[in-house]
């Protein structure tokens, strides 16, 4: 079974440009979380897909949004990009029990590597 | 709000050294907890669960306990390898719509 896929892996972005970056859930896996991963503040929740709408949204300003698709898969977005947006960003899918919450088990990709300059 | 917090890093030891990392949970109700293990370049992976109180999950060697009494889950691992290096996350979940909560991740470091 094909694990979660997240592309690019590593990208490169000035200040001020936006970047896309892509996930593909472990197949029947149908809610998608994304973290932020930085050195100093670890791991912090963006927001949960489950679908295709949004029902758990982290602390982060507008500039980060994301969707998700009949297919499950997921994309998150961040706009006018600042150098503090340089993270790992990581992406995890799970199933969800029949009354669709989570079962908090967590499948993780590798992340995508983002550096903003 | 929940929340997960565990012992600070870096931790170093010796290969077959014997090693514990504290965590301790704040929640309201009974909540899922669970280890994550991070090795170097790649994303968080589940080490091992428990999902009530008493529960002792396990695995590659590792075990921790789900204490209500002490809100803890301390992760153990009676002889550790260079291979353990990495960095380990403690986390809960409420089994609600609610995100997972992890907490900040300690790093281990194994020496032969």
């Known amino acids: 079974k094909a694990g979660v896929t997240q592309t690019p892996r590593y990208l490169i972005k000035t200040r001020g440009q936006q970047v896309t970056l892509s996930c593909s859930p472990i197949?029947?896996?149908?809610?998608v979380s994304w973290y932020q991963q930085t050195p100093g503040q670890g791991l912090q929740f963006l927001f949960e897909?489950?679908?295709?709408?949004?029902?758990n949204k982290g602390n982060f300003p507008g500039r980060f949004s994301g969707r998700q698709f009949s297919n499950s898969r997921s994309e998150m977005n961040v706009s006018t990009l600042e150098l503090g947006d340089s993270a790992l960003y990581l992406c995890?899918?799970?199933?969800?029990?029949?009354?669709?919450?989570?079962?908090?088990?967590?499948?993780f990709g590798e992340g995508s590597r983002l550096t903003v300059l | 709000g929940n929340s997960v917090t565990q012992m600070e890093g870096p931790v170093t030891l010796s290969e077959e050294a014997f090693l514990t990392i504290n965590c301790t949970y704040t929640a309201t109700g009974y909540p899922s907890l669970f280890w994550y293990v991070q090795y170097p370049g790649e994303g968080l992976q589940l080490l091992l669960k428990?999902?009530?109180?008493?529960d002792k999950g396990s695995n590659k060697g590792f075990e921790a306990t789900y204490r209500k009494e002490t809100t803890s889950f301390h992760l153990e691992k009676g002889s550790v390898q260079v291979s353990d290096s990495a960095v380990y996350f403690c986390?809960?979940?409420?089994?609600?719509?609610?995100?997972?909560?992890f907490g900040k991740g300690t790093r281990l470091s194994v020496i032969a």
């Open positions: 897909y489950f679908s295709e709408t949004q029902r």
């Open positions: 428990a999902t009530k109180a008493d």
């Open positions: 986390a809960l979940s409420d089994r609600g719509n609610t995100p997972l909560v």
């Open positions: 197949s029947g896996h149908r809610s």
């Open positions: 995890a899918s799970s199933l969800v029990w029949r009354d669709r919450r989570n079962t908090g088990e967590l499948f």
